[in-house]
């Protein structure tokens, strides 16, 4: 049974980045077609695609959100992280890492980041 | 992008009866190459993370009740709860993957017992 689990700071001020890592165990975050997506949800809002990163590397990006994010992958750590420069108030939102496999098998708990000074 | 509407926003049904949620597409999910609609339904409760619950549009994912089933193909689809449950109580919501790699979901529909 795969499973994921997001991790980072709760809390990030208003300019900075936003750093979360996703940790997977119980299956290959680098067999052949695997792809990993973020997806996050702001209070009282619906879901947003955010991006993802292939087995190998290749990322795609929200084009609406293209600018601000990076999105990698450390194999040898079965990790996947994100990053999202020049945070808003409007960035704040549940933070969700899944498997992608087109549709979204696999998510993590999801991870509450509040942006605020 | 492909815009997904949901109608209703929000739906009220006795235990027991059938609940219905559609997904409107503002273009074709239907990949005529392999005759696949790349279209996924979820359910989201409250503090849990969505769950898959159908994807190629009819295809119900393991471990899925068969009270719920997916129809429908190219442009509209169409959720439904047989004979809805207490638990069932959540937010619905679908999604398109035929635009891979931006992903893009419906604004969700709220189902609630009656």
């Known amino acids: 049974q795969v499973q994921l689990q997001e991790s980072g700071p709760g809390l990030v001020k208003p300019s900075q980045t936003l750093s979360l890592t996703c940790t997977v165990s119980g299956g290959s975050i680098n067999s052949g077609t695997s792809y990993w997506s973020w997806i996050r949800q702001p209070a009282g809002k619906g879901l947003e695609w955010i991006g993802r990163i292939s087995s190998s590397g290749s990322a795609n990006y929200n084009p609406s959100l293209k600018s601000r994010v990076t999105i990698s992958l450390e194999t040898s750590k079965s990790q996947f992280s994100l990053r999202l420069t020049s945070v808003t108030a409007a960035d704040t939102a549940v933070y969700y890492c899944?498997?992608?496999?087109?549709?979204?098998?696999?998510w993590g708990q999801g991870t509450l980041v509040t942006v605020s000074s | 992008d492909i815009v997904m509407t949901q109608s209703p926003d929000s739906l009220a049904v006795s235990l027991g009866e059938r609940a219905t949620i559609n997904c409107k597409s503002s273009q074709s999910v239907l990949y005529s190459s392999n005759n696949k609609n790349y279209l996924a339904w979820y359910q989201h409760k409250p503090g849990q993370p969505p769950k898959l619950l159908i994807y190629?549009?009819?295809t119900r994912e393991y471990g899925v009740p068969d009270r719920f089933s997916g129809s429908g193909s190219g442009t509209d689809f169409t959720l439904t709860i047989s004979s809805l449950q207490a638990e069932d109580v959540a937010v619905y919501y679908c999604q398109q993957y035929y635009s891979s790699p931006l992903y893009t979901f419906g604004q969700g529909t709220k189902l609630e017992i009656k």
């Open positions: 899944a498997r992608d496999g087109g549709a979204l098998d696999y």
């Open positions: 190629w549009a009819s």
